[in-house]
């Protein structure tokens, strides 16, 4: 989570995705999809106290 903001926060700065990649030792890849999302896929939901996410769909 703490990376996320880093990121997003670097971004809106004026840093160059590939800069903050490269600043962050991350991937590109990883940069653009931090910045496709306004929250971060794996955020916990304050009202239920549970995790969630947009690319996990559990059968029980």
Sequence with gaps: ME???KVR???SE???RRQAATSLNISRDSVA???SYS???FAVDQ???RFHSMFLHFTY
């Design 33 to 35: 999809k931090m910045l």
């Design 9 to 11: 926060l670097a971004c």
């Design 14 to 16: 004026g840093m160059s």
């Design 39 to 41: 929250t971060p896929p």
């Design 3 to 5: 990376l996320y903001l």
């Design 47 to 49: 009202n239920v106290g």
